[in-house]
């Protein structure tokens, strides 16, 4: 059943954008999804695109592995172009059948919807599959630092992510073999209704239960054992460096952020015949 | 003046709560700076108890603890004392908190504020103590159990304790991981000065400290250096705990009449022997070649393997070949031995025996792999167990399981219902839904009763509420209710203590005479394996090295070493003696490796 679980979607490689700090990639990251929303013209959401592509192909990943992310939202994408197809109004009608009108205003502003999702997607994906979970963790508690100042428990947070994060594939393994053990003893997972499969699961969530508890207590005492105290008076070995890379990153996404604004407010004036037709109402 | 001891327990009382009697009844015993104690004792005779005391996370009810000087029960020294006393536990995989070597190493000195710099020395430090620098930036769960150990052992070293208990930290670990840890603890006590606790029910661990103490139920049974406590022999079996293998041996030939004294060490042995046999004269020897007993097999049951490869997670960039070309043949009725280390594919390979992991062929949408035209394609893997194709889609895959048990590593783990019955009838019940409520209580009944339990007084009992011991029997019983004709144990007697591993393989013995054709145990036990089964496979890397008679496969033992596998400790004692001109051909067990050298000493060679 979770055979071929390979945790998280880290794609190994060595590239620019793998070596960049992983902080860099989450402002980055925020930086292109506010774009994309502050995009309010096609030429705007391909200056996104092109920075996009910029960026796979830096990262060295293979597209198949970027593409793939777009699967998981398949339903949403289908659903809201239905939506928005059917009930967006316009001047131009293409299409009607009883009471269902389609604008030709509405097929524009579908595709620039459908564009914004994949890219947000695309983009997102690129983020974890180049970053570590463990380095994507020290990202976040370091962007969260300031927090600590209204008592936001940052620290304990990203020691929760972090164990987490540990536990994850120690949990997969005991999973598969209390499976394993089970349907050794007869236990059937895969046939009967909904509610034949829910009881069958029981056998598997009990010991799973216990083992976790039972875990959890065990990991408690060995952090007792060295000394855990909550972070008073913690050190941190491991410190985040912004480097020569990160600077280059900042600039690529500055040119955006301007090439964005920038272009929202000359769209009009680029290729007008073009634009004509491709302008959302 | 005397110093003053690192740690001193005087008269330590606890019970825990909820429980009848005390768990340490009166203990009083101290540990000098630099010292190497081995505490033993039987599951639940207080050990782990005394060290969770000594560091503070349980607090004594009577008594008084004190590390050096401090008392544990000033609440504000506990921190301070956690400094200094380390402990490493016993499950590896629950002690590590971050996903990487180093972060986790970090962890312990990051708590008592130590700054980045100096942290960063200590890491470099503690791994080239326990000898893994070269995992500094690795992935813990991806480490073999030795190696997980030796990190937790780190972690504990690099906030540079004085004193570094390990409780149980070897009991989990293969006999290669178990080496791992060992010499690493001894090194440090060694060269470091470190005062080491090793806790353990492996005796022949306990054998390498300065001194011992044995526990009993809570109070201190006996307490001396090993040889000391190794003479007493009976009383150590009182107290649940058995001699090392080696000393019953040394005991049994001393009665013949041979000059032993108390050895430890295979090699030592083997040179005293030698000594005997040349006072006598006898400088050559050649036994009668070692019994083979070839069982009388119906072949009805007969399990064949051939060209089984497995890949696990194919087509990602973690593939890893588990299997790699496996051929093997068991009989019918055959006490089968399947060896090999952690990570060998041993257990990938007993998992197909019940298709819990189907041949590509029997899979739903199997499509012959395509092959490149003047090339041969590489030959179709197969297996047959009994009637069973494993490799034909139609076979009835839940008739098999119900014909092959399979008894996991750790199987109480699996344990689930509210009741030792209902958890033993589930496997009867999943395999045959038209079975009668009598019909199910009694096999419930005879399997709980094969398995050594009182059925009228367990039955209604929760699973949970059992010993460590009874939980496994109850696990096994689960399996065995379907009246399996195969049945494949993982690791049996993985983690019990010397006589909860004595009664498991009894156990399995009158399992195979009475309840099973055919038993297979998977182990990396090789003594384990000598003493139990006629017939074993050595599985190295994905292929069977060998697979023979006990008596000839272990008389290959330089080859297994050079595999990186250990061979029985009667096989290294025999080894040494063939390069002194004595040919002792044995079936490995202790008692006819024994009794062919007190044959060959009287008849004076010629045996």
Redesign the interface.
């Known amino acids: 059943m979770l ?2 679980v ?1 945790f998280g979607q880290y ?2 490689a060595q590239s620019f954008v793998h070596r960049l700090d992983p902080r860099t990639k989450l402002l980055a990251l925020i930086a292109y999804i506010v774009m994309l929303f502050v995009a309010n013209n096609f030429y705007s959401l391909f200056a996104c695109f092109f920075l996009l592509c910029v960026t796979v192909a830096a990262a060295r990943l293979p597209l198949g592995s970027v593409l793939r992310s777009v699967k998981g939202i398949i339903f949403i994408l289908a659903l809201t172009s239905v939506l928005n197809l059917f009930f967006h109004g316009g001047e131009r009608l293409l299409w009607q059948w009883w009471k269902i009108k389609i604008y030709y205003e509405g097929v524009i502003f579908t595709i620039f919807l459908m564009l914004r999702l994949i890219f947000l997607v695309l983009g997102s994906s690129v983020l974890t599959l180049t970053t ?3 380095s994507l963790t020290d990202g976040i508690e370091s962007l969260l630092k300031p927090l600590k100042y209204i008592k936001f428990p940052v620290h304990e947070l990203a ?1 929760i992510m ?2 987490a ?2 536990f994850i ?2 949990l997969i ?1 005991e999973t598969n ?2 499976i ?9 997972f895969e046939s009967g209704n909904i509610f034949k499969r829910i009881k069958a699961i ?2 598997i969530l ?2 799973l239960l ?2 976790a508890f039972r ?1 959890a207590e ?2 408690g ?9 909550g972070s008073k ?7 985040l460096h912004f480097g020569g890379r990160d600077i280059a990153a900042f600039a690529a996404f500055a040119a955006l952020i301007a090439g964005v604004i920038l272009l929202n407010i000359y769209a009009a004036s680029i290729f007008p015949q073009i634009y004509g037709y491709i302008r959302l109402s | 003046m005397p110093q003053e001891p690192i740690v001193k327990c005087e008269n330590v009382k606890f019970s825990y709560p909820g429980q009848d009697g005390y768990a340490l009844n009166g203990v009083s015993f101290s540990v000098q700076k630099g010292e190497f104690l081995s505490l033993i004792g039987h599951n639940g005779s207080g050990k782990s108890t005394l060290a969770r005391l000594i560091n503070g996370l349980l607090e004594a009810d009577e008594g008084k603890i004190t590390v050096l000087g401090m008392d544990v029960a000033e609440g504000k020294n506990v921190f301070e004392i956690r400094k200094h006393v380390g402990i490493v536990f016993q499950n590896p995989d629950n002690q590590t908190v971050a996903s990487i070597v180093e972060d986790d190493i970090a962890f312990g000195p990051e708590n008592i504020g130590v700054e980045r710099g100096e942290i960063g020395r200590r890491i470099d430090w503690a791994l080239s103590a326990v000898g893994m620098s070269e995992y500094r930036t690795a992935t813990p769960s991806r480490l073999s159990g030795g190696q997980k150990q030796r990190i937790a052992v780190a972690g504990v070293l690099a906030i540079k304790p004085d004193v570094l208990i390990l409780d149980e930290s070897t009991a989990m670990l293969d006999p290669k991981g178990r080496r791992e840890v060992i010499d690493v603890v001894t090194r440090l006590n060694r060269d470091e000065g470190m005062t080491i606790i090793l806790i353990t029910h492996f005796m022949e661990e306990a054998l390498l400290a300065d001194r011992t103490i044995v526990l009993n139920k809570g109070e201190i049974a006996l307490e001396g250096t090993p040889e000391r406590i190794f003479e007493n022999g009976e009383a150590l079996e009182t107290f649940n705990l058995s001699l090392p293998k080696i000393s019953v041996i040394c005991d049994s030939l001393r009665s013949a009449g041979m000059e032993i004294p108390n050895l430890l060490k295979p090699e030592e042995l083997a040179d005293a022997i030698v000594r005997n046999f040349g006072s006598r004269g006898i400088t050559s020897v050649q036994s009668a070649p070692a019994a083979n007993k070839i069982p009388d097999s119906p072949h009805e049951w007969d399990i064949d393997i051939k060209n089984l490869s497995y890949t696990y997670s194919k087509k990602s960039p973690f593939a890893t070949k588990a299997l790699k070309g496996i051929e093997l043949h068991i009989d019918d009725g055959e006490f089968f031995g399947i060896i090999g280390h952690t990570g060998s594919g041993k257990s990938t390979l007993v998992q197909h025996l019940n298709a819990l992991i189907k041949l590509p062929q029997a899979e739903k949408h199997y499509r012959k792999p395509k092959t490149k035209k003047g090339t041969i394609p590489p030959p179709e893997p197969n297996i047959t167990i009994g009637k069973f194709n494993l490799a034909d889609r139609k076979t009835d895959f839940k008739a098999l399981r119900a014909s092959v048990g399979m008894v996991f590593q750790y199987p109480e783990y699996q344990l689930f219902a509210e009741t030792v019955f209902a958890d033993v009838a589930f496997g009867l019940k999943n395999y045959n839904k038209n079975v009668t409520d009598k019909e199910v209580e009694e096999a419930v009944k005879s399997s709980l009763e094969i398995v050594g339990l009182n059925y009228e007084e367990i039955k209604d009992k929760s699973p949970f509420d059992l010993s460590g011991g009874q939980k496994r029997r109850v696990a096994i019983a689960g399996v065995i209710v379907t009246k399996p004709h195969i049945l494949i144990l993982d690791e049996p007697a993985a983690g019990l203590d010397p006589k909860g591993k004595k009664e498991i393989m009894e156990l399995l013995h009158k399992l195979h005479k009475e309840w099973c054709r055919t038993v297979i145990i998977v182990s990396h036990d090789m003594d384990e394996v000598a003493e139990n089964c006629a017939r074993a496979a050595v599985i190295s890397e994905g292929r069977v090295f060998a697979c023979d008679f006990c008596a000839k496969l272990f008389s290959r033992a330089d080859e297994l070493r050079a595999l990186g596998l250990d061979v029985p400790m009667t096989a290294k004692i025999s080894a040494r003696l063939a390069k002194n001109g004595i040919k002792i051909y044995s079936d490995f067990t202790s008692a006819d490796f024994t009794a062919k050298v007190i044959e060959a000493f009287e008849g004076g060679g010629n045996a």
């Open positions: 055979n071929d390979t794609y190994p570590t979970p463990v020691l972090s164990i994060l540990r594939p120690t393994d073999r209390i394993s053990a089970q349907k050794a003893r007869g236990a059937d029981v056998p009990i010991p216990i083992s875990r065990e990991l005492d060995a952090m007792d054992a060295r000394c855990y105290s008076n913690r050190t941190k070995y491991k410190k």
